[in-house]
């Protein structure tokens, strides 16, 4: 079954940068796209950005263009999210979601990992 | 960017009731809509998407509707396991914009 993994809460300072991990197991890694989508407390879910495991290319949310990067490592079955000059409000829940089995919906969601930016 | 808004913000239901929530798109989406129930800690869950397929393991008490820029979820009897908040979205194959919620609680 499609399992997506994702690593540990992290605590950073104010205007440090957070790598996320997000391993994908259960199918073929590089035949579907990875989104990234985090979600403050209290707050609806918003879009970061995608890849396409398969080529590598990406899609980033205006909202973070030059700050987030996302990449992956096929031989790991690993996408990576990185996001820089982190402020106290990029303090949420981060997901990885895998589209859908026949489609480009949301289908698969890994657990999130909270990241909190605090000094 | 398309724009989602949802209502109402919260609804109060019995256990047995019929129940239906709005998601309206600022521009029409040519039905790339899904719907999402989310429990306290817990990710996001697929309930529909391309406005009325229902995901695999999801209870047909759940459909959706709708076109262009009005769609509905519609819980046909509800159950204690529903109360839950409930998001709408519009996707493409790059990216998706989520609406701000409608929470189902207990009457």
């Known amino acids: 079954q499609v399992q997506l993994v994702q690593s540990g809460a992290e605590v950073k300072k104010p205007g440090a940068s957070v790598k996320l991990s997000c391993k994908g197991s259960g199918y073929t890694f590089t035949s579907y796209g990875m989104h990234w989508v985090r979600q403050a407390p209290g707050q609806r879910p918003e879009w970061m950005g995608w890849i396409n495991a398969g080529s590598g290319d990406t899609k980033y949310s205006e909202k973070f263009q030059g700050r987030v990067s996302l990449t992956r490592d096929t031989s790991a079955t690993t996408a990576y999210m990185d996001l820089s000059s982190l402020t106290t409000e990029d303090t949420a829940v981060y997901y990885c979601v895998r589209i859908g089995d026949s489609s480009f919906h949301f289908q698969y969601w890994g657990q999130g990992t909270l990241v909190t930016v605090s000094s | 960017d398309i724009q989602m808004t949802q209502s109402p913000s919260t609804l109060s239901a019995s256990i047995g009731d019929r129940v239906t929530m709005t998601c309206r798109a600022s521009?029409?989406?040519?039905?790339?809509l899904a719907w999402f129930q989310q429990k306290p800690g817990k990710a996001p869950k697929l309930l529909i998407y391309?406005?009325?397929n229902l995901e695999r393991g999801v209870p047909s008490r759940f459909s959706g509707s709708g076109s262009g820029t009005e769609f509905t979820l519609t819980i046909s009897s509800l159950q204690p396991d529903d109360f839950a908040t409930y998001y709408c979205?519009?996707?493409?194959?790059?990216?998706?914009?989520f609406g701000q919620g409608t929470k189902v609680e207990i009457k």
């Open positions: 521009q029409s989406l040519s039905g790339w």
């Open positions: 391309k406005t009325s």
């Open positions: 979205q519009q996707y493409n194959g790059y990216s998706g914009t």
